[in-house]
């Protein structure tokens, strides 16, 4: 059976609204939806992989993802609702004042793509959520910016939930006026990681110093920038490798390196692993610490 859709669409903007449950969403790994923004929620008991990471659902769940890849391996009979869009219909950095999630939900560094919700905050999102579905089958001239007022609300909740669960705790504290910083590194780093490979980049990009920028992702407890820009490039790495057939000379150049032999030996010596031979063993089911 096939989920049920909805969908509002112009010559340039597109915005959808999937339903699945147990009967069809194995559905979604035929990547339907890679090059749309999505949110998706998950109700608990849902067994789904993020690129490489595997999530089991303890509690009702909001995912963000923009490139990454995703594959229900489990779901149930609680339907869980995908929305997609475009950037024409709704794009996170033009309106990022408004919202202040790129580098938080979307395109952060710690590779969290989500929110644990609450009972009440889930009634509050399938309320949002009913409110979308209303207006795409009403079909009135007003639907767009209906919709994107909604998907607002449920942007603006996640990222306030976001913030909680990640940056105000006793082993992540990152205070107000630092996460302007903290995003921005984020961000900068989703554009430019496959052609900027060194801190003073992006610390140029930020106006500030390279021992500045270091010193404050060591105050705030995170991994160096240095580290953070490996594991963007290995991650994307990785992505190639096991979800195309480019071969490894290829991919070294897609990510900025002009000597594939020097990107071998950063693969192998951070992975664990051969590019190679991830590929063919992670394949066949052993994997690595991503």
Request: charged share 30%; proline share 4%; net charge neutral.
């Amino acid at each position: 059976m096939l989920p049920q859709n909805f969908v509002f669409e112009d010559p340039y903007k597109k915005f959808g609204y999937t339903i699945f449950s147990q009967e069809n969403v194995d559905t979604l790994k035929e990547q339907k939806f890679r090059s749309e923004i999505k949110v998706f929620f998950v109700p608990a008991g849902y067994e789904l992989s993020v690129d490489f990471n595997h999530y089991k659902t303890e509690t009702p769940t909001l995912f963000f993802l923009t490139n990454q890849y995703l594959n229900v391996t489990k779901g149930n009979k609680d339907e869980s609702v995908l929305l997609y869009y475009n950037r024409d219909f709704y794009c996170i950095q033009i309106h990022d004042k408004e919202v202040a999630c790129d580098g938080l939900l979307f395109h952060n560094i710690f590779e969290i793509p989500k929110v644990d919700l609450s009972h009440d905050e889930a009634l509050i999102i399938k309320d949002l959520l009913k409110n979308i579905k209303n207006e795409l089958e009403w079909k009135q001239s007003s639907n767009e910016e209906m919709i994107r007022t909604y998907l607002k609300q449920i942007i603006i909740h996640s990222t306030r939930k976001w913030k909680k669960q990640n940056l105000e705790t006793e082993v992540v504290h990152i205070p107000h006026n630092e996460l302007d910083i903290f995003r921005d590194f984020s961000r900068n780093l989703e554009i430019h990681f496959r052609e900027k490979h060194n801190v003073a980049d992006y610390a140029e990009i930020l106006h500030i110093s390279p021992k500045t920028l270091t010193h404050k992702f060591k105050h705030l407890n995170l991994d160096s920038p240095n580290q953070l820009i490996i594991n963007r490039i290995l991650l994307e790495a990785k992505r190639l490798l096991f979800y195309t057939d480019k071969p490894v000379k290829e991919i070294a150049y897609d990510l900025g390196y002009e000597d594939p032999a020097y990107f071998n030996r950063l693969f192998t010596n951070k992975v664990g692993s051969t590019p190679a031979n991830f590929k063919k063993n992670y394949a066949s089911g052993k994997k690595y610490n991503i």
